[in-house]
């Protein structure tokens, strides 16, 4: 039987972890995580997922403080407020979400937020501590939806050790930082992208497939080897007819009426991966708090 990992249970419990600790946190310290949301202009997926981001924020316990600016502003002025949030004592992670309007210049943004208060794990410090193997875990900022897809990977109490990961998609969001995180766990990973020679059959070699290319239905059924474990990052809205009627629908990367039937385990959309990436800007965010008192 195949298991369908319930991304939105494991988040959950996250959060329920994450509400006790910052709980805890304010007894100890009179004072409770701080998250600065900034969205530019009025893209609509953007407000669906600021907003997401902001309610589940605060049922933890996080202060949010919200900035929604026009999408005319210019970089200058973004890159003024980022600076004065840098500087403010109740604001321990800053985020900006992306995409950003075409003027803007998207790592100078993310360059100019303090390392200590990234709360998306962008920064090319936080990137660079990733790849270096040394770090700890606990007090790193990692990029929120690929520690979510590896948190859920670990939910299935497997052996990662050894195992043939293929990551498709070789974005700075998810596909690099996935790599840096399998390799840390001693998977044998390929990344794989657009230029990828016989994508399908690497896939058939792989035990754990994740999928972040943002195409929708890409991985067939054919690809994927029995037994394999499939992670689908997608999230793309595709028009049907329904009743002679057309209707958008969320689909994954996947085909997954195909694919159910050959992995051991797979992550449905919605309901997969997207819970985790907010559970764990709210872990990023704590952790930039309490970090905060290591100074
Ligand atoms: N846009 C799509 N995914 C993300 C994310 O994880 N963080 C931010 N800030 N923007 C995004």
Known sequence: MTHIIN?????????????????KLKNKFGDVPGLAVIQVGNIAASSVYVKAKTKNAQEVGIEVIDHHLEGSVSEEELLKLINTLNNKNNVHGILVQLPLPEHMH??????SIHPDKDADGFHPVNVGKLSIAAHNDENLLIPCTPYGCLIMLKDL?????GKNAVVIGRSNIVGKPMAQLLIK???TVTITHSKTKDLPGLCKNADIIIAAVGRPRMVKGEWVKEGAIVIDVGINRVEILKDGEKKTLLVGDVE????????????PVPGGVGPMTIACLLRNTTIAFKNSFLK
């Open 7 to 23: 991304g939105k249970e494991i988040a959950q419990n996250l959060r329920n972890n994450l509400k006790k600790e910052i709980s």
């Open 106 to 111: 998207e790592q100078t943004i993310l360059d």
């Open 157 to 161: 109490n497997i052996d990662l050790v």
């Open 185 to 187: 766990e001693s998977c």
């Open 256 to 267: 997954y009426s195909e694919v159910e039937k050959k992995a051991s385990a797979i992550t």
